[in-house]
């Protein structure tokens, strides 16, 4: 069974994991695949928006603990260190892409998993889905960029408590402590991502793409060099047929039809 599925329509990408008898953790060379996969709708210009979930009842429920267990058995520290180092490379992506990636975490999102769901740009949560950074549970360490995305979305101080204790929260608090951005009736999840997914699909390009990397981009530059990046971006718009159509369609008052 291929445990990582793409579709591709009218602009947007839907990558699911595909592994719902194990809650779509990761084992073997799922990080991989995934790792292909999105290199694949990087290059890919036709699109403009990428939707990750999961297959079944979770959206992923992180590294599969018995793969692990058998690795820690075996002193395979070098094949661990190979699964880590491939989680840090799938956030690395995740952030460099232009293209906006939404989560919909359908169910429990939890260590990797929940952090995977932490790194993409934008979170709508079922009013089912949990969320833990379950690493001390099984006295591992976050990766997956846990330790960077989740203070910035929650505090230090509740990162810490939820890092150290691993206790699971319900989507409504994940809600109220900033780890996800919407939350939705768990029957309409898939309805609620895909409208939200065609607006942004809809609309312009460049200034889209832009808006991702400058919001990234202010985790760590000066507000000068906010300022400049700023500028360099409206240039790039500005001088854009997506622009054009805008400012016509404004004062023709008409809906704006980008095509870029």
């Not at 060099?225 to 004062?251: K, N, P, R």
Request: aromatic share 6%.
């Amino acid at each position: 069974m291929n445990e990582i599925l793409l579709e591709r329509a009218s602009g947007i990408a839907t990558i699911t994991l595909n592994r719902p008898d194990k809650l779509n953790s990761f084992a073997g060379t799922m990080r991989e695949e995934l790792i292909a996969v999105l290199d694949e709708v990087a290059d890919d210009e036709t699109l403009r928006v990428v939707v990750i979930t999961g297959a079944g009842r979770a959206f992923c429920a992180g590294g599969d603990v018995e793969y692990m267990s058998g690795l820690q058995k075996s002193g395979d520290v070098a094949t661990f260190r190979g699964l880590l180092e491939a989680g840090g490379e799938i956030v690395g992506r995740l952030r460099a892409m232009r293209h906006l990636v939404i989560a919909s975490v359908n169910g429990t999102a939890a260590g990797a998993g929940c952090n995977l769901a932490l790194a993409s740009d934008y979170r709508i949560a079922s009013d089912g889905a949990k969320f833990a950074q379950s690493f001390t549970k099984i006295g591992l360490h976050p990766d997956w960029g846990g330790t960077w995305f989740l203070p910035r979305l929650v505090g230090r101080g509740r990162a810490m408590e939820l890092m150290m204790t691993g206790r699971a929260v319900d989507a409504r608090e994940a809600l109220e402590l900033g780890m996800v951005d919407r939350v939705v009736p768990h029957e309409s999840l898939a309805s609620e991502t895909a409208a939200f997914a065609r607006t942004i699909a809809n609309g312009p390009r460049i200034a889209i793409e832009g808006i991702k990397r400058a919001v990234h981009a202010s985790e760590w530059q000066s507000l000068a060099d906010q300022l400049s990046m700023e500028i360099e971006h409206q240039l790039a718009s500005f001088t854009s047929d997506e622009a054009a159509e805008g400012i016509a369609a404004f004062f023709e008052k008409r809906p704006q039809k980008f095509e870029s």
